[in-house]
């Protein structure tokens, strides 16, 4: 059974960059069928897709956030890692690894979350 | 970007009742919507893809129906453990967006 687990700082402070590792552990993730993305969740609010990543290193970013962030694929140690850079209190939230189901497709499963505070 | 108005924001309803939750998009998805159920601390799960297919294990009282731009999650008797904040996703194209959520209750 396919499993993923988030982890990374629980705080960081404003301007700070974040770095999150996803592990995958019960499939690789060079499997061809499926992507993997990183989803965030700010406390007691909706949901925002972040960026997707493929085995073969190929990307897509929210524009929203694209400028500022950065994913990555290491396949050797089936993670997947994002970047987030000049963090704000605005990006305070619970962020999330899953498994996207082909090149466009729907979330499944997703790992536990990590709770990121941004404070000084 | 393709928006997903979802509602009611949410709703208070029996055990028994049959429930039914609201997406719709800003332009043409075709069929390509997911319905996903979150309770609190936990992380969403996935009860609806391709905006009629139940995923496996998911209860047969969950159900998804499209009409044109019109999306809609059917519960058809509300039990206890349907109390979570539900949530559609679209995937018809990058940058994938959800809507904002319904809080189902029991009452």
């Known amino acids: 059974q396919l499993q993923l687990q988030e982890s990374g700082p629980a705080v960081v402070r404003p301007s700070e960059t974040l770095s999150l590792t996803c592990t995958v552990s019960?499939?690789?993730?060079?499997?061809?069928?499926?992507?993997w993305a990183w989803i965030r969740q700010p406390p007691g609010k909706g949901l925002q897709w972040i960026a997707t990543?493929?085995?073969?290193?190929?990307?897509d970013y929210n524009p929203s956030l694209k400028s500022r962030i950065t994913i990555s694929v290491d396949s050797s140690k089936n993670q997947v890692s994002l970047t987030l850079r000049s963090m704000t209190v605005a990006d305070t939230s619970v962020y999330y690894c899953?498994?996207?189901?082909?090149?466009?497709?729907?979330?499944?499963?997703w790992g536990p979350g990590t709770l990121v505070t941004v404070s000084s | 970007d393709i928006q997903m108005t979802q509602s009611p924001a949410s709703l208070s309803a029996s055990v028994g009742d049959r429930v039914t939750i609201t997406c719709r998009a800003s332009?043409?998805?075709?069929?390509?919507l997911a319905w996903y159920q979150q309770k609190p601390g936990k992380a969403p799960k996935v009860l609806i893809y391709?905006?009629?297919s139940l995923e496996s294990g998911v209860p047969s009282r969950f159900s998804g129906s499209r009409s044109g731009t019109e999306f809609t999650l059917t519960i058809s008797s509300l039990q206890p453990d349907d109390s979570a904040t539900y949530y559609c996703?679209?995937?018809?194209?990058?940058?994938?967006?959800f809507g904002q959520g319904t809080k189902v209750e029991i009452k």
């Open positions: 019960g499939g690789s993730i060079s499997n061809r069928s499926y992507y």
């Open positions: 332009q043409s998805i075709s069929d390509w």
């Open positions: 391709k905006a009629f």
């Open positions: 990543i493929y085995y073969d290193g190929s990307t």
């Open positions: 899953a498994r996207q189901w082909g090149p466009l497709g729907w979330f499944d499963p």
């Open positions: 996703q679209q995937f018809n194209g990058y940058p994938f967006t």
